[in-house]
């Protein structure tokens, strides 16, 4: 009941207290959730356009604070960034995430849903710009790959278009060395303009995801299925897949198929699911 209410609306709606928390969450309260384990994930799943098969989910940040109530992750992503925190928080993501994958991935799994689909599905994790200079972070993560038996190939890191094109010599090198490792690599919130296609054809990716300002507006705006057609041109004319987030109803699901967009992700499918949701969402929705 609580992550619905997180998910519907940031708040849960019976507590005044979280509702109007006393104070800011602060660096001390982000350090001690990392200490005792608080951060804990909501996953998204990512589906085709065309069949609404499962491909794969997104795990994205969750932070509950026992007194401030829940803080979202558009406020303590950028406070981890700020102070050096960034990497630890991406690891617990990481380890959190693999573990769960294992689980999702297993015989045992397989048996229980009846399908070996959920073998093979992929695991996006949102990567921070400022951890492209340190590679160490990366080395980490594809040791807990090895660790857990899963192949790199089933992970797709996600780095904001801004962030992946700020610097893209020195990220080169980072990105090109990812790929090799097998990682796949995306740019999450496309379209809002930075890159240059001479860029992206440059670096390794093999996702362009349409940034969900431009998808939850497409029905209402032209412009906006105009940045949409554009970026699944794009997408298709480099050989990358493109995804469209932020999906809410079907009008836009039609209209992404109709452009023949190859993923979709959004509430429209499934809102982020606490991990102990997915195989019944999993099951309902295969069957
Ligand atoms: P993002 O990577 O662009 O993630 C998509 C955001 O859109 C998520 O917000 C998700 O809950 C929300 N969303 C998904 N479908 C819909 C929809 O149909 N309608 C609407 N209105 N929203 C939808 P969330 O979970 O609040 O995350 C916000 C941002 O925080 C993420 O944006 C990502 O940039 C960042 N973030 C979350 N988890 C992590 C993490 O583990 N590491 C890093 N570095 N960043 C993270
Ligand atoms: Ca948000
Ligand atoms: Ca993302
Ligand atoms: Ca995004």
Redesign the pocket.
């Known amino acids: 009941l609580l992550h619905k209410a997180i998910e519907k609306g940031g708040t849960t709606d019976d507590s005044v207290s979280e509702r109007y928390p006393s104070r800011e969450a602060s660096v001390e309260d982000l350090e001690e959730a990392l200490t005792l384990g608080h951060i804990r994930l ?1 996953y ?1 799943p990512k589906v085709r356009c065309h069949t609404g098969t499962i491909v794969g989910f ?4 969750r932070w509950h604070h026992p007194q401030l109530g829940f803080i ?3 406020i303590f ?1 950028p406070l981890a960034e700020d102070h050096g925190l ?1 990497d630890r ?2 690891l617990q ?1 990481t380890e959190q995430s693999l573990d769960w994958l294992a689980d999702i991935s297993s015989n045992d799994t397989a048996r229980r849903v009846g399908q070996h689909v959920l073998q093979d599905t992929l695991l996006s ?4 710009a400022r951890s492209l200079e340190n590679g160490e972070l990366f080395d980490t993560i594809l040791q807990h790959c090895r660790d857990r038996g899963i192949a790199p190939q089933r992970i797709v890191l ?1 780095l ?1 278009e801004t962030s992946a094109m700020q610097d893209a010599t020195t990220s080169l090198d980072t990105l090109t060395r990812l790929r090799l490792q097998g990682f796949q690599l995306s740019i ?2 496309f379209g809002t303009g930075y890159s240059s296609m001479v860029q992206l054809v440059r670096l390794p990716f093999s996702e362009l995801k349409v940034d ?1 300002r431009f998808v ?1 507006t497409a029905n209402d705006s032209e412009e906006s299925r105009a940045v949409i057609r554009s970026v699944v041109e794009l997408g298709r004319s480099l050989g990358l897949n493109t995804t469209a ?4 109803d079907q009008e836009t699901l039609d209209y992404l198929d109709e452009l023949k967009c190859d993923l979709a ?4 499918i499934s ?2 699911l606490p991990p102990e949701k997915v195989l019944d969402w999993f099951i309902t929705h295969e069957a």
């Open positions: 909501a998204q997104e795990a994205l940040a979202p992750p558009d992503i960034i928080l991406t993501v994790l949102n990567i921070s996600e904001t999450d919130d969900k939850m987030e932020g999906v809410e992700q959004g509430y429209l809102r982020p």
